[in-house]
């Protein structure tokens, strides 16, 4: 998938850029059942990824980002948020293979440093043009 911007972006607060960032996450509550994941979008507010996980809306997650600084993607820093499941969806499919992705979740950022968002902002707007 390339980057794209997403055409839902009037909707929002911030612009939504589609892009497989890695992410590390746990449930707040349970910060042993660690997970891996990509993004398949991202903004200053939020991200949606896939994951073979059923995490319930309202779950409290832990994320470690690991965000590009350019849409080159040659330096990368980490960024830790909190986030709160806004939704989950199922994927649409006959079967699954095992550890292959079931579920989409959209979660927006809780707890951030404003100039983590920032970077995240500074990245989509970058990847625009």
Same mark, same amino acid.
Request: glycine letters at 8%; aromatic letters at 10%.
């Given at each position: @998938?390339? @980057?794209?911007?997403?055409?839902? /972006?009037? #909707? #929002?607060? $911030? ?5 497989? =960032? +890695?992410?590390?996450? %746990?449930?707040? /509550?349970? !910060?042993?059942?660690?997970?891996? *994941? $990509?993004? #398949?979008?991202?903004?200053? &507010?939020?991200?949606? $990824?896939?994951?073979?996980?059923? =995490?319930?809306?309202? %779950? ?10 350019? %849409?080159?993607?040659? =330096?990368? +820093?980490?960024? !830790?948020?909190?986030?709160? *499941?806004?939704?989950? #969806?199922?994927?649409a499919k006959d079967s699954f ?10 979660v927006e950022f809780s707890e =951030? ?9 500074? +990245?989509?707007? &970058? %990847?625009?043009i």
């Amino acid at each position: @998938m390339g @980057m794209e911007i997403s055409r839902y /972006a009037e #909707r #929002r607060k $911030f612009l939504r850029l589609e892009d497989n =960032i +890695f992410i590390l996450g %746990s449930l707040k /509550a349970n !910060h042993a059942d660690e997970f891996k *994941a $990509f993004t #398949r979008d991202i903004s200053g &507010g939020g991200l949606m $990824f896939e994951t073979d996980r059923d =995490i319930p809306a309202g %779950s409290e997650l832990e994320l470690e980002i690991y965000q590009p600084s350019t %849409s080159g993607k040659n =330096i990368i +820093f980490s960024v !830790h948020v909190v986030a709160k *499941a806004s939704w989950t #969806r199922g994927i649409a499919k006959d079967s699954f293979e095992e550890g292959e992705n079931r579920y989409q979740v959209g979660v927006e950022f809780s707890e =951030i440093k404003e100039e983590d968002r920032q970077r995240i902002v500074n +990245f989509v707007n &970058g %990847s625009m043009i």
